[in-house]
Each structure stands twice: as structure tokens, then as C-alpha cells.
């Protein structure tokens, strides 16, 4: 079974602009602690909890206990995409006469606690798994509980009690974003070691600092720390949690409040705050627009791949690209589904396959079996209905569904209808077959044929540019569309991988402030680019966008 | 004399052995309440939490959301007074399907002045007042071990949250054992023409004693044992209003807030008459050796001396 990937990701997404419409309907709300535990959510909601929306009282159902009950937006906005009620509803969030309350509540089927007072969730999770363990039920509970709460001394009688009686079928998740209501959480309450320096952002980029895991590990819990964005971290953490028996298991999850968007992110006037509806366009087009960074592993050394999959995972690659050559359909041969077999336990991020060879339908299985976790076939070896076969298999193992196509070959008809359910499509700007080609110019035009179409049928997945990107291109490419970039010898042919990747990552940046100010621009002109620009107060960013907006004359 | 903590633990077992879904939690108190006994009845349906009454509350709600009914123990200056919010937020405020409240049995010992030594600290006067006005909970305070059992069961048999408050002390039986308790109803121990004592917990057989005093002196004194604070029995207490003329109340607890409050609210809404309240004075205890207890409560009033003082006064304020 694959991670499931895309699928998450496009439900949280879902989920983090239902919480923007929510809120910012109801002129209040907690978004950024809503956005520090989406992929949590995501994760849990599309992965792991077992529930059943038609029948929230099912009594097997699993439970899970918003103790940070603030972040309510959250929830609710999971429960809307997970289909408990109509999206639509999450505009009453706050009203009178809502089910969906300013803090979780019973009134709402399907929410398990009344929460709103911090620090009592935990308490009341160990009750539950108890009342379970009386009746030997197997289903899990699940708590998140923020940072901010620990504060609370009622979590730590919970933590001992859950210690004292073996509560193994509870796993926490702390949701670590280190901001509370008055400020940051090591200027509040410090957790961590106590910050010396006026530099908050030490708080969250200095690990050694981190002794929040010491303080559940002295209390007798599993610890798992995790980058809580990080959707197969989160993944893996709850497996081995589940697996931990005889202790409770905390997940540690470093977060950002406010998590994809540059304003509200570490920003503590995000807590309680709603953003105006006049910036939700704006906010929206940031949400569409996060994006992926797939170093390919063929442009390193091929006699020691394992080493360029670390070099991946110490660089903070959000994928592994996994070029797979049969020697047919492109003159190279690089390996097959046994040597992925061989990479698979090296690391938990997503395996972005992408098959050169000829039949795929074939072997496709091989593939699946070997741990693949997104699943790119070539058009041009494809039919309707092979595809549709690869298709379906991939859905049903929980592997994303990947289609590409090379520089001379157009969308062929025949896809249009599985447009809507595609997770990836590649558009090859250059010819498959080698690495260190030069990206085809001809392709930004082409992206400009496709996006109609892609519109037109409803295409919901991530454009994967792939073929000579660079530092140069990679901005007007993101600018085309695309959301994933693999890398060969910009990235994996680098001396350090890691500066490689946050290079990239820059470069993308601007381009997406870019096309974020021409959209305040568009839709407000200077007053709302002002504005846009005023509402980012956290690091640099403020300065860089003063100059992208000096640079495209608005100002 | 009977013990209350003794009635409170052998019901407790009773009511476990009829219902498997009844649980039993504890902080540290354990021995004190004899709860410890249902652990030994029932090893797996008993949690002692520690001193951590936070946590002994909410664990309870959440042990009842998921269909248990929740027992919760210690003495009453902790609970409600350390665990307000909890009972509140977690207890009272969660309503499912309709329901109101959790199923979550708040049952604390040592309530009132008759702690003794142990002192002002730990003599809790305001738990009365603290729990009334919770919505949602119902508000027990018994007077005898005959009470105590039969309040258990009806607890244990019917949803919802409740607090009932037991005394330290060894008490002396009220009651029959064929006496029928209903929530929401005060009990008429003794009937009376021409003035009501309506009390409750350790203060009713004072109430008893001060109506056989009257007796003496040719006064017709009614006795309530308005054990039930929350919900309170608004006719036996207008009825009382009609026929008497006037109301003494009695109770080692806060006149502020207390059972005194809760049948003075009711009688001025329904027909109003004169009412003294007997209690503590808006002031704190201190610490009396077992002995001394009536010499502390003698301080705050709390004797059949003074009701019967009290019943004589009020009488002439009559409309």
C-alpha cells in the first residue's frame, strides 16, 4: 500500500481553505493553530481514523479528542471534507443557531469532546481508552493537544495516570508551533531550554534547544519526534504509535502556526484572528500554490544509489524521483522495481516513480508491491484502457496516479476523462532518457495549451515539471503551473543537496509572492498590495516583497 | 450511630455488582471514603488517580462518554473547589444527543464545619453553592446512612451528573428503611401548623430536636428533610408556606448560596413569607476537636437551641 499521498494532500487543502472561508464568514476564529495541525488532521482523517459519517455513534469508531479546542475551524473543516456535513455548513461556524460552535462541541455529531477550557483533553482521552479497555474494544484514541496547554498542570496528572495504567490504545500528537495567545511559547512558559538570545526564530530552528520529548519521556511515554508538516512522517509516527504496546505514545510534531502562508506563519497575531474577506482570494491562490521539490537520484552517483537517497533525506527533499529506464522506450537503462524494493526502508519520504518503459500496464504491480508511493506512467505506451487499468490498481493500493507527457507529445484525448481524478501529470521539458539536458523553451507555451484543459475537466492534482530545471527556469515554470520540480544536476548533481533544494525553494518563493501581489494588484490594486504587504511582520519577507512590487512598478 | 462513608461504600458495591457499566475513581482518599473496597470488588473498574482531582473529574467524564457511569470521590473542599472548571466544561457543559450532561457521579465526604479538626481549611462551605449553580447537576445533600444508600442507587439508575455531599461524622438514622426517596421531593419527617424547619444533612436531626422542644411549649413545628437542593421541591416548600406561615432553615454550610438561598428563592416566587436561614455566617471554620464540634457549631448558630430560638422570633414577623 502506498501513502496515499495526493489524496491527503488535496483534502487538506480542501480542508485549510474551508477553514479560511469559516473563519474569516465569522470574523473570528483560530486559523493559524488550525494550520499548524492540518497535515496531523489530514493524515489521521485520511489514513488512519476509523470512522463512518453516516453513523458517528458507531461504537467501534475511533476517537479522536481535540484538546487545543481552539483550533475548532480545523476539525470541522476535516469533518465538512471527511463528510460528516456539507462543506457549505462551515460558513455558520460561530453563529447563532450553529452546530458548529466557536470550541468543539457534542452538539455536533461526530465531535467527541466539549473542548474551549485547555488541559483537559488528555484527561479525558485516558478515560476513554479505559472505558475501551473495560470492554476490550480495540479501537485507538486519538489527543491533540498544543503547546500552549502544557502550561496547564491538569496535562501532566493525565500524562502519569496514562503512564500508571499501560494506556497503550491512546496516542497523543503535541502540536509544537511554539506560539500560545500572549506570545511565544519560550517567552510565555518556556518548554525547550530557556532561550538566551532576543532571537525567536531560535526557537524553532535551533533542535538542540528541544526538551519537550525529555519532560513525556521522564513520564514514562514512547516519544516520537516528527516535523509534524511532513505528511509521511506523520504517517509513520502513527504506525510505530499504534504498534508501541504496553506505554502511551506522544507524537511530538514541530509545527508552524499558520503553516502555507508566509504572513501567518510564526506570527502570534494569528491566534485568534480571522483574516478579512478581502484578502481570502489572495490567501486562496497562496494555498494553491505550495509546492514540492523531487530531487532525481539518477543525475548522483548510480553504483551507490543508497547514498543519494541520504543525500535527499539530509537535504529535506519532500520526494525521492526514481527514474526508471528499460532500455526500450528510452535508450537508457537505469533499474527496476527490485532496486526500489532495496531504497524503500532508507527513508519514509514518498517514492515519486516514474516509469520509462514500455508496457507499464505489465509491471506496474511490481511497482506497487515495492513501495512506491506515487506512480507516473508515459502516455505515449498507453492506452484508454491500460491506462484505465494502471489507473484503478494505483487507486486501490493507495498510490498516487501519475501521467506524462513528452515535449512532442500533446494531451491525448482519450485522458481528458481521467483528468479529474489524476493526481500527477509530468510535462517533460526535455527528452526523456538522460539527465543534464537543457530545459525546452518551447514548453512554456505548451503549458499554456494545457492549462485550459486541465481546467476544463476539472483537474484537482500537481503539475510535476521534470527536464532540466533550474535556478534560472524554475520560477517562470512555477509561474506555468507547475507545483513539483525534479531536479537532477541542479539538485542532485550539487556538492551540498540541502542548499541545492532551499535554493530552489527560493527561487519558487518569489515567483509565488509575485503572482500573489499582481493578484492583490488585480483585484485592489495598490491600497490591497499595501496591505497584502503590511500583514507580513515575521523575518525578511516584508522587505522582499516591497522590492517585487518596486520591480513589477505597482508601487 | 451510622457511619455515611460506610453506607457510601457498600452501595457502591451493590450498585457495581447490578450494573457492570458502573466505574469508581479516587484521589487518594480512597481509604478515608472506603471506595477502596469497590477496588477490591472490582480491580479493573476502579482508578485512583492520586491527588489530582482535575484529572479525577475529567477521566470520569470521558470514562462516561463512552457509556460508563462514573463514581468520583474525595472530600468535598477538593471537589468541587479544586475542579470547577472540570466539572463545569467537562461534566455538566457536554451534552450528547440531547442528554444534559455527562453521566458522572460526583460523591464527596466531609462537607461542612463537622470536619472539625482538621480546620478552616478544609471545611467546605461553599461546595452547596458552588454545584447549584452548575446547570445540569443535581444537588444532594442526605441525612442519615438510609439516605445515603437509597440516593445511590437512584443516582446509579438515573443519567445524568449529580453531587452529593456526606458528612465525616457518624450519624444517627432519620430514616426508615421503608423510607421512599425521589429526587426532587423534600421528605415531611414531622408534621406542624405553625412554623417550618426545612433541613438538611447533619442539621435534621437538630430540626427534630428543636420541634420536640416546641412541642413542649405548645408550638407546631413541620420538619423537612429537603435533602434534595437541586432540583428543589417547590411544593412541599409552598405548601409549607400556606400552612405555616413561616420558614427557619438549617444547614452547615454557607448561608450564601446554600440549601437556605435555594428555599428562599423558591417560597418568594411562590408565597412569600418570612424565612430565617440558619448556616455559617459568610465566614470561614476553624479547627474544633471531635468533642468540640457543637461548640463550633454553637458559634455559627447551628444547634436545635438556637432553631428553636429562631422559630419563636420568626413567628411574630408572620404577615
Given at each position: 500500500m502506498g501513502l496515499n499521498y495526493?489524496?491527503?494532500?488535496?483534502?487538506?487543502?480542501?480542508?485549510?481553505?474551508?477553514?479560511i472561508k469559516g473563519t474569516s464568514a465569522a470574523g473570528s476564529g483560530h486559523p493559524g493553530g488550525s494550520f499548524s495541525m492540518a497535515e496531523i488532521l489530514g493524515c489521521l482523517f485520511n489514513n488512519h481514523l476509523k470512522f463512518d459519517p453516516k453513523n458517528p455513534q458507531w461504537e467501534d469508531r475511533d476517537r479522536l479528542v481535540l484538546s487545543k479546542g481552539h483550533a475548532a475551524p480545523g476539525l470541522f473543516s476535516n469533518m465538512a471534507v471527511a463528510g460528516y456535513f456539507p462543506e457549505s455548513e462551515i460558513e455558520t461556524l460561530r453563529k447563532f443557531g450553529s452546530r458548529l460552535q466557536?470550541?468543539?462541541?457534542?452538539?455536533?455529531?461526530?465531535?467527541?469532546?466539549?473542548?474551549?477550557?485547555?488541559?483537559?483533553?488528555?484527561?479525558?482521552?485516558v478515560g476513554i481508552a479505559l472505558a475501551a479497555r473495560i470492554d476490550s474494544k480495540d479501537h485507538h484514541v486519538y489527543t491533540i493537544i498544543g503547546d500552549g496547554e502544557l502550561d496547564e498542570g491538569q496535562v501532566w496528572e493525565a500524562a502519569m495516570t496514562a503512564s500508571k495504567y499501560k494506556v497503550d490504545n491512546l496516542t497523543a500528537f503535541l502540536d509544537r508551533n511554539f506560539i500560545q495567545q500572549d506570545s511565544y511559547t519560550e517567552k510565555i512558559m518556556p518548554l525547550d531550554k530557556i532561550l538566551e538570545s532576543d532571537d525567536v526564530s531560535e526557537m524553532w530552528k535551533d533542535a538542540s534547544r528541544w526538551k519537550t520529548g525529555d519532560k513525556w519521556r521522564s513520564f514514562g511515554w514512547n516519544v516520537i519526534e516528527i516535523d509534524g508538516h511532513k505528511i509521511e512522517q506523520i504517517d509513520a509516527a502513527i504506525t510505530k504509535a499504534k504498534m508501541t504496546k504496553g506505554i502511551p505514545t506522544i507524537i511530538i510534531s514541530r509545527t508552524i502556526k499558520g503553516q502555507s502562508l508566509e504572513h501567518m506563519e510564526h506570527n502570534p497575531q494569528w491566534h485568534g484572528q480571522a483574516p478579512n474577506s478581502d484578502i481570502v482570494p489572495i490567501i486562496n491562490l497562496e494555498l494553491d500554490s505550495q509546492f514540492m521539490i523531487s530531487p532525481s537520484i539518477i543525475a548522483g552517483d548510480m553504483t551507490n544509489l543508497e547514498n543519494e537517497v541520504k543525500r535527499c533525506v539530509s537535504g529535506k527533499a519532500d520526494y525521492v524521483h526514481l527514474d526508471v529506464m528499460d532500455g526500450q522506450f528510452v535508450p537508457t537503462k537505469t533499474f527496476d522495481h527490485s532496486k526500489i524494493k532495496e531504497l524503500r526502508p532508507l527513508t519514509a519520504i514518498p517514492f515519486d516513480v516514474h516509469l520509462m518503459i514500455n508496457e507499464p500496464v505489465k509491471y506496474v504491480k511490481d511497482y506497487i508491491d515495492a513501495g512506491s508511493d506515487i506512480i507516473t506512467v508515459h502516455s505515449e505506451v498507453v492506452d484508454e484502457s491500460s491506462f484505465g487499468e494502471i489507473h484503478d490498481l494505483l487507486k486501490q493500493s493507495q498510490v498516487s496516479v501519475g501521467f506524462s507527457i513528452n515535449p512532442e507529445t500533446e494531451l491525448p484525448e482519450w485522458s481528458y476523462k481521467f483528468l479529474q481524478s489524476l493526481d500527477q501529470l509530468i510535462v517533460m521539458s526535455v527528452v526523456p532518457g538522460k539527465?543534464?539536458?537543457?530545459?525546452?523553451?518551447?514548453?512554456?507555451?505548451?503549458?499554456?495549451?494545457?492549462?485550459?484543459?486541465?481546467?476544463?475537466?476539472?483537474f484537482s492534482g500537481y503539475i510535476e515539471a521534470d527536464g532540466g530545471i533550474n535556478l534560472e527556469n524554475i520560477g517562470s515554470v512555477f509561474a506555468d503551473g507547475a507545483r513539483a520540480f525534479v531536479g537532477g544536476g541542479a539538485i542532485v548533481g550539487q556538492q551540498d543537496v540541502k542548499s541545492a533544494i532551499k535554493a530552489f525553494r527560493n527561487e519558487v518563493l518569489k515567483s509565488r509572492r509575485r503572482g500573489l501581489l499582481d493578484k492583490a494588484n488585480e483585484l485592489g490594486g495598490i491600497d490591497?498590495?499595501?496591505?497584502?504587504?503590511?500583514?507580513?511582520v515575521i523575518e525578511e519577507k516584508q522587505d522582499e516583497l516591497k522590492k517585487i512590487t518596486r520591480e513589477a512598478g505597482y508601487l | 450511630m451510622t457511619d455515611m462513608r460506610s453506607a457510601y461504600s457498600e452501595s457502591l458495591i451493590q450498585v457495581g455488582k447490578d450494573n457492570p457499566k458502573v466505574v469508581v475513581l479516587g484521589a487518594d482518599t480512597t481509604d478515608s471514603l472506603k471506595t477502596s473496597k469497590f477496588g477490591k470488588e472490582f480491580p479493573n473498574r476502579f482508578f485512583n488517580v492520586g491527588i489530582a482531582e482535575a484529572n479525577l473529574v475529567t477521566m470520569s467524564a470521558g470514562l462516561a462518554v463512552s457509556g460508563?457511569?462514573?463514581f468520583a470521590s474525595t472530600y468535598a473542599i477538593f471537589l468541587p473547589g479544586r475542579a470547577v472548571d472540570q466539572i463545569r466544561n467537562n461534566v455538566a457543559y457536554p451534552s450528547p444527543f440531547g442528554k444534559k450532561g455527562l453521566n458522572v457521579k460526583l460523591v464527596t465526604s466531609h462537607g461542612g464545619l463537622s470536619v472539625g479538626p482538621d480546620g478552616g481549611s478544609h471545611q467546605a462551605i461553599e461546595d452547596i453553592a458552588i454545584m447549584r449553580?452548575?446547570?445540569?447537576?443535581?444537588?444532594?445533600?442526605?441525612?442519615?446512612?438510609?439516605?445515603?444508600?437509597?440516593?445511590i442507587q437512584l443516582m446509579a439508575g438515573e443519567y445524568g451528573p449529580f453531587y452529593m455531599r456526606i458528612a465525616r461524622s457518624k450519624t444517627p438514622l432519620i430514616h426508615s428503611e421503608s423510607q421512599e426517596f425521589q429526587i426532587g421531593k423534600g421528605i415531611t419527617l414531622r408534621d406542624g401548623s405553625d412554623c417550618t424547619i426545612a433541613a438538611c444533612g447533619i442539621t435534621v436531626r437538630m430540626a427534630l430536636e428543636a420541634a420536640e422542644s416546641l412541642q413542649q411549649e405548645g408550638i407546631s413545628c413541620r420538619v423537612l428533610d429537603m435533602f434534595s437542593i437541586k432540583p428543589i421541591d417547590h411544593k412541599i416548600l409552598e405548601k409549607a408556606?400556606?400552612?405555616?406561615?413561616?420558614?427557619?432553615?438549617?444547614?452547615?454550610?454557607?448561608?450564601?448560596?446554600?440549601m437556605g438561598s435555594a428555599v428562599a428563592e423558591s417560597v418568594s416566587e411562590s408565597y412569600s413569607v418570612p424565612i430565617k436561614r440558619i448556616g455559617v455566617q459568610d465566614m470561614f471554620g476553624?479547627?474544633?476537636?471531635d468533642k468540640e464540634v457543637p461548640l463550633l457549631l454553637e458559634k455559627h448558630g447551628i444547634t436545635s437551641f438556637n432553631m428553636v430560638k429562631q422559630v419563636k422570633e420568626i413567628r411574630s414577623k408572620k404577615l
Amino acid at each position: 500500500m502506498g501513502l496515499n499521498y495526493y489524496q491527503i494532500k488535496k483534502n487538506i487543502l480542501r480542508a485549510r481553505k474551508l477553514v479560511i472561508k469559516g473563519t474569516s464568514a465569522a470574523g473570528s476564529g483560530h486559523p493559524g493553530g488550525s494550520f499548524s495541525m492540518a497535515e496531523i488532521l489530514g493524515c489521521l482523517f485520511n489514513n488512519h481514523l476509523k470512522f463512518d459519517p453516516k453513523n458517528p455513534q458507531w461504537e467501534d469508531r475511533d476517537r479522536l479528542v481535540l484538546s487545543k479546542g481552539h483550533a475548532a475551524p480545523g476539525l470541522f473543516s476535516n469533518m465538512a471534507v471527511a463528510g460528516y456535513f456539507p462543506e457549505s455548513e462551515i460558513e455558520t461556524l460561530r453563529k447563532f443557531g450553529s452546530r458548529l460552535q466557536g470550541h468543539p462541541d457534542l452538539k455536533c455529531p461526530g465531535v467527541e469532546f466539549c473542548g474551549g477550557s485547555l488541559g483537559t483533553g488528555l484527561s479525558y482521552s485516558v478515560g476513554i481508552a479505559l472505558a475501551a479497555r473495560i470492554d476490550s474494544k480495540d479501537h485507538h484514541v486519538y489527543t491533540i493537544i498544543g503547546d500552549g496547554e502544557l502550561d496547564e498542570g491538569q496535562v501532566w496528572e493525565a500524562a502519569m495516570t496514562a503512564s500508571k495504567y499501560k494506556v497503550d490504545n491512546l496516542t497523543a500528537f503535541l502540536d509544537r508551533n511554539f506560539i500560545q495567545q500572549d506570545s511565544y511559547t519560550e517567552k510565555i512558559m518556556p518548554l525547550d531550554k530557556i532561550l538566551e538570545s532576543d532571537d525567536v526564530s531560535e526557537m524553532w530552528k535551533d533542535a538542540s534547544r528541544w526538551k519537550t520529548g525529555d519532560k513525556w519521556r521522564s513520564f514514562g511515554w514512547n516519544v516520537i519526534e516528527i516535523d509534524g508538516h511532513k505528511i509521511e512522517q506523520i504517517d509513520a509516527a502513527i504506525t510505530k504509535a499504534k504498534m508501541t504496546k504496553g506505554i502511551p505514545t506522544i507524537i511530538i510534531s514541530r509545527t508552524i502556526k499558520g503553516q502555507s502562508l508566509e504572513h501567518m506563519e510564526h506570527n502570534p497575531q494569528w491566534h485568534g484572528q480571522a483574516p478579512n474577506s478581502d484578502i481570502v482570494p489572495i490567501i486562496n491562490l497562496e494555498l494553491d500554490s505550495q509546492f514540492m521539490i523531487s530531487p532525481s537520484i539518477i543525475a548522483g552517483d548510480m553504483t551507490n544509489l543508497e547514498n543519494e537517497v541520504k543525500r535527499c533525506v539530509s537535504g529535506k527533499a519532500d520526494y525521492v524521483h526514481l527514474d526508471v529506464m528499460d532500455g526500450q522506450f528510452v535508450p537508457t537503462k537505469t533499474f527496476d522495481h527490485s532496486k526500489i524494493k532495496e531504497l524503500r526502508p532508507l527513508t519514509a519520504i514518498p517514492f515519486d516513480v516514474h516509469l520509462m518503459i514500455n508496457e507499464p500496464v505489465k509491471y506496474v504491480k511490481d511497482y506497487i508491491d515495492a513501495g512506491s508511493d506515487i506512480i507516473t506512467v508515459h502516455s505515449e505506451v498507453v492506452d484508454e484502457s491500460s491506462f484505465g487499468e494502471i489507473h484503478d490498481l494505483l487507486k486501490q493500493s493507495q498510490v498516487s496516479v501519475g501521467f506524462s507527457i513528452n515535449p512532442e507529445t500533446e494531451l491525448p484525448e482519450w485522458s481528458y476523462k481521467f483528468l479529474q481524478s489524476l493526481d500527477q501529470l509530468i510535462v517533460m521539458s526535455v527528452v526523456p532518457g538522460k539527465s543534464g539536458q537543457k530545459y525546452i523553451e518551447e514548453t512554456h507555451e505548451k503549458m499554456k495549451r494545457i492549462n485550459p484543459i486541465l481546467k476544463e475537466h476539472d483537474f484537482s492534482g500537481y503539475i510535476e515539471a521534470d527536464g532540466g530545471i533550474n535556478l534560472e527556469n524554475i520560477g517562470s515554470v512555477f509561474a506555468d503551473g507547475a507545483r513539483a520540480f525534479v531536479g537532477g544536476g541542479a539538485i542532485v548533481g550539487q556538492q551540498d543537496v540541502k542548499s541545492a533544494i532551499k535554493a530552489f525553494r527560493n527561487e519558487v518563493l518569489k515567483s509565488r509572492r509575485r503572482g500573489l501581489l499582481d493578484k492583490a494588484n488585480e483585484l485592489g490594486g495598490i491600497d490591497l498590495v499595501n496591505r497584502w504587504i503590511g500583514l507580513h511582520v515575521i523575518e525578511e519577507k516584508q522587505d522582499e516583497l516591497k522590492k517585487i512590487t518596486r520591480e513589477a512598478g505597482y508601487l | 450511630m451510622t457511619d455515611m462513608r460506610s453506607a457510601y461504600s457498600e452501595s457502591l458495591i451493590q450498585v457495581g455488582k447490578d450494573n457492570p457499566k458502573v466505574v469508581v475513581l479516587g484521589a487518594d482518599t480512597t481509604d478515608s471514603l472506603k471506595t477502596s473496597k469497590f477496588g477490591k470488588e472490582f480491580p479493573n473498574r476502579f482508578f485512583n488517580v492520586g491527588i489530582a482531582e482535575a484529572n479525577l473529574v475529567t477521566m470520569s467524564a470521558g470514562l462516561a462518554v463512552s457509556g460508563k457511569i462514573s463514581f468520583a470521590s474525595t472530600y468535598a473542599i477538593f471537589l468541587p473547589g479544586r475542579a470547577v472548571d472540570q466539572i463545569r466544561n467537562n461534566v455538566a457543559y457536554p451534552s450528547p444527543f440531547g442528554k444534559k450532561g455527562l453521566n458522572v457521579k460526583l460523591v464527596t465526604s466531609h462537607g461542612g464545619l463537622s470536619v472539625g479538626p482538621d480546620g478552616g481549611s478544609h471545611q467546605a462551605i461553599e461546595d452547596i453553592a458552588i454545584m447549584r449553580v452548575i446547570p445540569n447537576f443535581r444537588v444532594l445533600v442526605p441525612a442519615d446512612t438510609i439516605a445515603v444508600s437509597k440516593l445511590i442507587q437512584l443516582m446509579a439508575g438515573e443519567y445524568g451528573p449529580f453531587y452529593m455531599r456526606i458528612a465525616r461524622s457518624k450519624t444517627p438514622l432519620i430514616h426508615s428503611e421503608s423510607q421512599e426517596f425521589q429526587i426532587g421531593k423534600g421528605i415531611t419527617l414531622r408534621d406542624g401548623s405553625d412554623c417550618t424547619i426545612a433541613a438538611c444533612g447533619i442539621t435534621v436531626r437538630m430540626a427534630l430536636e428543636a420541634a420536640e422542644s416546641l412541642q413542649q411549649e405548645g408550638i407546631s413545628c413541620r420538619v423537612l428533610d429537603m435533602f434534595s437542593i437541586k432540583p428543589i421541591d417547590h411544593k412541599i416548600l409552598e405548601k409549607a408556606a400556606r400552612e405555616t406561615g413561616c420558614i427557619v432553615t438549617t444547614e452547615e454550610h454557607n448561608i450564601v448560596g446554600g440549601m437556605g438561598s435555594a428555599v428562599a428563592e423558591s417560597v418568594s416566587e411562590s408565597y412569600s413569607v418570612p424565612i430565617k436561614r440558619i448556616g455559617v455566617q459568610d465566614m470561614f471554620g476553624e479547627s474544633a476537636r471531635d468533642k468540640e464540634v457543637p461548640l463550633l457549631l454553637e458559634k455559627h448558630g447551628i444547634t436545635s437551641f438556637n432553631m428553636v430560638k429562631q422559630v419563636k422570633e420568626i413567628r411574630s414577623k408572620k404577615l
